[in-house]
């Protein structure tokens, strides 16, 4: 059996694309596993702030397009990139065991955010990660950050003080050393589904769903089941400064969310735990819970 790997090219998607390969190996020796790079639009735009690019699937359609077409077997993405709607005819194949899904405080000169003196320069390009910052340091200049891992590293030390990047990503490129500190609940919630690859499919690939289903990770999957509602009750992306974490612990799950103004100035939090079994449903009334104590007001006023 051969197998057709649609992916990004930056090195952390080669490297994702790497981790999937392996693992279909491993699990299934005979298998014949082949990479298709596809630049997506995310990929071209490199100047303009994410929020400003607009649209979903920022990264992901021109991938998904070539599953529809059958010019790829499976796509392999960061699940913080996947839309909540999934396009007729593609689904999610598995999800695999989710790294470090914090964000990670990278500086050359400072060990925290908490140290960073008055003014100092940030670099980010998400609004979620501007809302929480601003919220915390309402002192320091946000600056909008776009490029790979490597890039952006190089940038801040052309200028910045400090950046902040996903630890997952830090962590599969081996570049655990640059993290000075990680940036976790309840204080700092990360994206949804953050640190998770995802595999999609089509929908009626009955041979290569069947294997995939040999790659899932249980635990994780009810975890983004629940962050994902939560996505879908906002509507939101990379145009809305908002966030959920889920984690089982005991056997209950806990949904953590924000959704903050992208200068810091409102930032609302929510938590609802329930059972496990109960994930999308718990996503949904965190999301709601926002909604009602001030969210809804935030939401519009972005569109404005």
Not at 70 to 83: F, G, Q, T, W, Y
Not at 106 to 115: A, C, E, F, K, N
Not at 231 to 245: D, E, T
Request: charged letters at 30%; a neutral charge.
């Amino acid at each position: 059996m051969k197998i057709i790997i649609g992916t990004r090219g930056s090195k952390l998607a080669l490297r994702q694309t790497e981790i999937v390969a392996d693992l279909l190996k491993e699990k299934f020796p005979g298998i014949e596993v082949e990479r298709k790079i596809i630049h997506t639009k995310g990929d071209k735009i490199l100047d303009v702030a994410l929020a400003k690019v607009g649209g979903k699937g920022l990264f992901v359609k021109e991938i998904e397009d070539a599953l529809l077409r059958k010019e790829i077997d499976i796509a392999v993405h960061s699940m913080k990139d996947l839309p909540s709607e999934i396009p007729d005819g593609l689904g999610i194949g598995a999800v695999l065991e989710r790294e470090n899904p914090f964000d990670a405080f990278v500086s050359d000169r400072y060990s925290t955010l908490g140290s960073l003196p008055y003014g100092a320069k940030v670099g980010t390009s998400s609004l979620r990660r501007l809302s929480q910052i601003k919220h915390l340091r309402s002192d320091v200049e946000v600056v909008t950050l776009r490029g790979n891992v490597e890039t952006r590293l190089r940038k801040m030390r052309e200028g910045l003080d400090a950046v902040i990047l996903a630890a997952a990503g830090l962590r599969r490129l081996g570049l655990a050393e640059n993290i000075r500190e990680i940036l976790s609940p309840p204080d700092f919630i990360p994206a949804v589904s953050q640190g998770v690859i995802v595999i999609e499919s089509r929908s009626d690939d009955a041979e290569v769903n069947g294997v995939l289903k040999m790659l899932n990770h249980a635990g994780t999957e009810i975890c983004v089941r629940a962050e994902r509602a939560f996505l879908a009750r906002l509507g939101g992306g990379c145009q809305v400064p908002l966030g959920a974490y889920a984690s089982v612990s005991g056997g209950v799950m806990k949904v953590l969310g924000i959704i903050g103004s992208p200068d810091g100035g409102s930032l609302i939090r929510t938590e609802r735990s329930g059972r496990p079994e109960d994930a999308e449903m718990l996503g949904r009334k965190a999301a709601e819970d926002l909604l009602s104590g001030g969210g809804e007001e935030i939401l519009n006023n972005l569109q404005l």
